[in-house]
């Protein structure tokens, strides 16, 4: 990065950096309903894109972040990056395997997960390009890009960890681990992706270009992957899904506020923007040290 570049960088909050590990933990899902927020559905839904979306998502992460660490001259950010991709290798596999689940329960999501695959393999995949400046931009562009996914991760991971509606609602418990498991791990790492990005590029013209893609097509991805549960669910008759239906479980608080969500738009796109200005990583590791499958995790380590 250049000096310039440098400069300008946003400066991290203090104390607000940990030691990244993957934790190798999992889940027995005979237990858990469909419908594992009892009477709702479409909240059910909307969060069970995430299994849709990560696995496939989360290897593609892995992959490109493979290819960039030739490009990092910095051991701290280096050992950040390689425990990110371990992490999230451990997120794919762990959600990958709740689909098995939701197909024992009637409700197949191989059309909708085969054309995310295509997605990530392909269309955001390596191209045959001739070495030097145009291989780059491609990295480059993707790098960005997970870091603007990144930004969401991390506030959906700030959201379960604080969802207490869920508690109330009476949740599945080992749903509920996988998502603060997975949740509070991606607060612990949400400012590698974006240290990368500014170690390796910076550009604020690309920050707001790969956001404007990243957002649009987060947010066609997950209403297109909730009506199509809702749509194919074979307990729900006539299940829709809508803006307004999340809207309305956001002020309920067993989804994330429409508000909130807005709000995060211009934090991330100012230029005094560092993502360890949100979230906790102390709450987040404080979940860690309790949740159960971590915990079993730790045990099987040891």
């Known amino acids: 990065m250049s000096n310039k570049k440098a400069a300008r960088a946003p400066r991290p909050v203090e104390g607000e950096q940990v030691d990244l590990k993957a934790r190798k933990v999992s889940f027995s899902w005979e237990e858990t309903p469909l419908h594992w927020v009892p009477g709702d559905p479409f909240t059910t839904h909307t969060i069970n894109v995430l299994h849709l979306l990560l696995p496939a998502g ?17 051991e701290r950010l280096r050992s950040d990056v390689v425990g990110f991709i371990g992490q999230e290798a451990m997120h794919s596999q762990a959600h990958d395997e709740v689909l098995p689940h939701l197909r024992e329960q009637g409700l197949d999501p191989t059309p909708y997960t085969a054309q995310v695959d295509w997605m990530f393999e392909k269309l ?23 870091a603007a996914i990144e930004h969401y991760t991390a506030f959906l991971g700030d959201w379960v960890l604080n969802a207490g509606e869920l508690d109330r609602r009476g949740a599945d418990p080992m749903m509920l681990d996988l998502l603060r498991w997975h949740g509070a791990e991606e607060v612990e790492h949400r400012s590698v992706a974006f240290d990368l990005f500014m170690h390796v590029d910076g550009g604020y013209r690309r920050r707001v270009r790969t956001w404007a893609t990243a957002f649009a097509t987060l947010v066609f991805l997950w209403q297109r992957g909730a009506r199509y549960f809702m749509e194919n669910d074979p307990t729900v008759l006539d299940g829709k899904a809508s803006v307004k239906a999340f809207y309305l479980s956001g002020r309920q ?38 949740s159960p499958a971590a915990l079993a995790a730790e045990k099987r380590a040891a």
Request: charged share 20%; no cysteine; glycine share 6%.
């Open 58 to 74: 989360e290897r593609w992460f892995v992959h490109v972040y493979r290819q960039v660490l030739p490009y990092i001259r910095d």
């Open 124 to 146: 955001l995949g390596d191209r045959t390009l001739p070495p030097g400046r145009a291989r780059r931009w491609w990295l480059m562009e993707r790098v960005a890009l997970i």
């Open 253 to 290: 608080g067993t989804l994330p506020a429409t508000g909130d969500l807005l709000k995060s738009i211009p934090r991330y796109l100012s230029h005094a923007y560092h993502p360890s200005q949100e979230a906790s990583t102390a709450q987040a590791v404080a979940y860690l040290a309790t």
